[in-house]
């Protein structure tokens, strides 16, 4: 995996939850080099304000322009989150609704920097079923379609108490080559 460059995002109320267990047992076999891990539970982003049809965007500052220099410079994004309420974390939400603030500051050259990335999603949830697991992979899906990037997929790991996803022996196999290209 020469060159690749790995943004783990964590986005879960719990610190080292399951989605970050199996995200690790799944980031073991590369090198530790070719790997960010960003906390956006803890990376107080400020509130995303849509000002597209009022003000030109100014350059990302803060926590923002860290997050937007780290997304840039990977060459994959893994969005590690648990599945809250049928939809992704509000910290990878608010995330991807600043992706609207990058792509529309042109100097940044966001949306052209992204073209070609992979975007993975790993991700614990609780027995739910695929209809409703959908609503958290489809808008990241569809962000990787927009932005002429790969969606690379999505490792599902079936847990709910702490340290449950260890006994998703599937999960937990198939972490160890699901960055193999």
Same mark, same amino acid.
């Given at each position: 995996?020469?060159n690749?460059?790995?943004?783990?995002?964590?986005?879960?109320?719990?610190?080292?939850?399951?989605?970050?267990?199996?995200?690790?047992?799944?980031?073991?076999?590369?090198?530790?080099?070719?790997?960010?891990?960003?906390?956006?539970?803890?990376?107080?982003?400020?509130?995303?304000?849509?000002?597209?049809?009022?003000?030109?965007?100014? &350059?990302?500052? =803060?926590?923002a322009?860290? $997050?937007?220099? +780290?997304?840039?410079?990977? /060459?994959?994004?893994? %969005?590690?989150?648990?599945?809250?309420?049928y939809?992704?974390?509000?910290?990878?939400?608010?995330?991807?609704?600043?992706?609207?603030?990058?792509?529309?500051?042109?100097?940044?050259g966001?949306?052209? &920097?992204?073209? =070609?990335?992979?975007?993975? $999603?790993?991700? +614990?949830?609780?027995?739910? /079923?695929?209809?409703? %697991?959908a609503?958290?992979?489809?808008?990241?899906?569809?962000?990787?379609?927009?932005?002429?990037?790969?969606?690379?997929?999505?490792?599902?790991?079936?847990?709910?108490?702490?340290?449950?996803?260890? &006994?998703?022996?599937?999960?937990?196999?198939?972490?160890?080559?699901f960055?193999?290209p």
């Amino acid at each position: 995996m020469p060159n690749r460059r790995f943004l783990f995002l964590t986005a879960s109320a719990r610190p080292n939850g399951n989605s970050v267990t199996l995200a690790r047992a799944a980031a073991a076999p590369l090198p530790a080099a070719s790997q960010v891990w960003l906390d956006l539970s803890t990376a107080n982003l400020p509130p995303f304000q849509d000002l597209r049809h009022d003000t030109d965007y100014g &350059a990302p500052t =803060g926590t923002a322009a860290t $997050l937007a220099t +780290a997304t840039m410079a990977a /060459s994959d994004i893994v %969005i590690v989150a648990p599945l809250y309420w049928y939809s992704l974390p509000a910290p990878a939400k608010l995330y991807l609704d600043h992706w609207s603030h990058w792509m529309r500051y042109v100097p940044l050259g966001f949306k052209p &920097a992204m073209q =070609g990335k992979r975007l993975w $999603l790993v991700m +614990a949830h609780a027995s739910s /079923s695929p209809e409703e %697991i959908a609503p958290a992979i489809t808008p990241l899906r569809l962000s990787a379609q927009y932005l002429d990037m790969t969606w690379a997929g999505a490792l599902l790991g079936d847990a709910n108490r702490p340290g449950e996803v260890t &006994a998703d022996t599937t999960a937990m196999a198939r972490a160890k080559t699901f960055f193999q290209p």
